[in-house]
């Protein structure tokens, strides 16, 4: 077999012998590059593919987390603040609140509240989930004042910091004094549902309690 291998090979032009070396070598890095460096490449794209949708996934984890962070903190500011209101609002809304303000008005103001009307309270809104009601008592207040005392009256009120104001407010001229006599409803609001008990002002001479304050009021 070597000896027909030789005389095969002494046959072919020794030119002709390196082209098909030189093809045989060009086949086998063909070869190796399909079935070694090509799977290997596969391989690395692969894993490229997979280290990428890591990547994305760690940065989504990131973002969500980030997110997170900002809508508890966004949660408690609005907490906070919902709690900050809910505090403004006194638990309830008696006879006593009324004449207390009104006595203020008298004190601070050329003002004369002659006479006051309360009405029961009125449900204007319910929370279902949290229980709390909110409640507007309105309170008529029957009074003789000058035009400039009048209008500090308004003012007091919207700027008292209490949770109350001016619904509706008539006025006319009394010809017998001078003044202008008029009626004002202010809406006195309330909270009830929440963990706040109510206490009642101090108003001397006033029995607390009684059906009727006015019996007993100087």
């Given amino acids: 077999m070597r000896e027909k291998m030789t005389l095969w090979t002494e046959k072919i032009p020794v030119k002709i012998q390196k082209t098909l070396l030189y093809a ?3 086949l086998l890095i063909v070869l190796v590059y399909v079935f070694v460096f090509q799977s290997m490449n596969l391989k690395c794209q692969e894993k490229q593919i997979e280290v ?3 990547q994305k996934e760690a940065a989504r984890y990131t973002a969500m987390k980030s997110k997170q962070k900002e809508n508890e903190a966004e949660t408690k ?3 906070d603040e919902i709690a900050a209101l809910l505090a403004q609002f006194p638990a309830d809304v008696k006879e006593e609140d009324a004449i207390v ?3 203020a008005i008298e004190e601070s ?3 004369s509240v002659t006479n006051l009307r309360f009405e029961q309270k009125n449900l204007m809104e319910k929370g279902e989930k949290s ?3 909110l409640f507007a008592r309105p309170i008529e207040y029957t009074f003789l004042s000058g035009y400039k005392d009048m209008k500090s009256m308004i003012a007091e009120i919207a700027e008292s910091g209490d949770m109350r104001n001016v619904d509706s407010i008539t006025i006319g001229y009394d010809g017998e004094t001078g003044l202008l006599q008029g ?3 202010t809406n006195y609001y309330s909270m ?3 963990e706040i008990e109510y206490k009642a002002p101090n108003i001397l001479g006033v029995n607390i309690g009684n059906d009727n304050v006015f019996g007993t009021a100087k």
């Fill in 101 to 103: 303000h009104a006595d």
């Fill in 24 to 26: 045989g070598g060009i």
């Fill in 109 to 111: 103001l050329d003002v």
């Fill in 52 to 54: 990428s949708k890591g």
């Fill in 192 to 194: 009830e549902g929440k």
């Fill in 77 to 79: 500011r609005m907490k």
């Fill in 183 to 185: 009626t004002m409803v």
């Fill in 131 to 133: 229980q709390i009601s």
